[in-house]
């Protein structure tokens, strides 16, 4: 139940800033989403290393570690209530909120929210294991620091290497398909023991594919 409502919070700051940006930067769409969206793999590494350091030099509790997130809520929260935020596209040009939910039920719509549903499933699926799966992998290493490595690719490549997404967008998501399925496959094929410099190359490979995902489909 507590995750569910932590989800619950994460969707709504995702539904808000993603409409935000897109009217701020309204001929810019691409390349902000993508610089947006590199605060979620920034976000995992700084988490990440701060779980790792939490862990080794207080041996923190998992409930002190989680707990951390309260620090960007707060951020969140005075932020809503201190700043004004300017009209959406859809209220500037008049659209209602019962017509965005007709255009819900269109084939095309529908078609984009499987793909849509498939970006996240790759993205976020192979990070619920990855540092479980990798620190059985390479016992020498802890997995975590393979998440916080492709979450470091991710953020340097989404800050810097947007542009790329903004101007060929359809070329962008058909490599990044072509990496993401390589680096799965790679991985995939790995077996305990596998030496760190493979594990590293072949989540390399993974990472910079599932990179521009999610912020270009949006």
């Given at each position: 139940?507590?995750?569910?409502?932590?989800?619950?919070?994460?969707?709504?700051?995702?539904?808000?800033?993603?409409?935000?940006?897109?009217?701020?930067?309204?001929?810019q769409?691409?390349?902000?989403?993508?610089?947006?969206?590199?605060?979620?793999?920034?976000?995992?590494?700084?988490?990440?290393?701060?779980?790792?350091?939490?862990?080794?030099?207080?041996?923190?509790?998992?409930?002190?570690?989680?707990?951390?997130?309260?620090?960007?809520?707060?951020?969140?929260?005075?932020?809503?209530?201190?700043?004004?935020?300017?009209?959406?596209?859809?209220?500037?040009?008049?659209?209602?909120?019962?017509?965005?939910?007709?255009e819900?039920?269109?084939?095309?719509?529908?078609?984009?929210?499987?793909?849509?549903?498939?970006?996240?499933?790759?993205?976020?699926?192979?990070?619920?294991?990855?540092?479980?799966?990798?620190?059985?992998?390479?016992?020498?290493?802890?997995?975590?620091?393979?998440?916080?490595?492709?979450?470091?690719?991710?953020?340097?490549?989404?800050?810097?290497?947007?542009?790329?997404?903004?101007?060929?967008?359809?070329?962008?998501?058909?490599?990044?398909?072509?990496?993401?399925?390589?680096?799965?496959?790679?991985?995939?094929?790995?077996?305990?023991?596998?030496?760190a410099?493979?594990?590293?190359?072949?989540?390399?490979?993974?990472?910079?594919?599932?990179?521009?995902?999610?912020?270009?489909?949006?």
């Amino acid at each position: 139940l507590g995750f569910l409502i932590m989800g619950l919070s994460q969707g709504l700051v995702e539904g808000v800033i993603n409409p935000l940006v897109t009217t701020i930067y309204s001929d810019q769409k691409t390349k902000r989403l993508n610089m947006l969206h590199a605060w979620w793999p920034g976000g995992m590494m700084i988490g990440g290393l701060l779980a790792v350091a939490m862990t080794q030099m207080f041996n923190a509790s998992w409930q002190l570690k989680l707990g951390m997130i309260v620090i960007p809520a707060v951020v969140y929260l005075g932020m809503a209530m201190s700043l004004e935020y300017p009209k959406t596209e859809r209220v500037q040009s008049n659209v209602s909120t019962g017509d965005m939910w007709k255009e819900a039920a269109k084939p095309l719509f529908l078609l984009l929210f499987v793909c849509m549903w498939m970006t996240a499933a790759a993205e976020l699926g192979p990070d619920q294991w990855f540092p479980k799966v990798m620190g059985d992998l390479v016992p020498q290493l802890q997995g975590v620091l393979f998440l916080v490595y492709t979450a470091g690719l991710m953020f340097l490549l989404r800050t810097f290497g947007s542009g790329i997404a903004h101007r060929a967008p359809m070329a962008t998501l058909v490599v990044c398909s072509i990496l993401t399925g390589v680096g799965l496959y790679w991985l995939g094929g790995l077996a305990p023991g596998s030496s760190a410099v493979m594990a590293f190359a072949a989540a390399t490979i993974f990472g910079i594919g599932k990179t521009y995902f999610w912020p270009t489909m949006l």
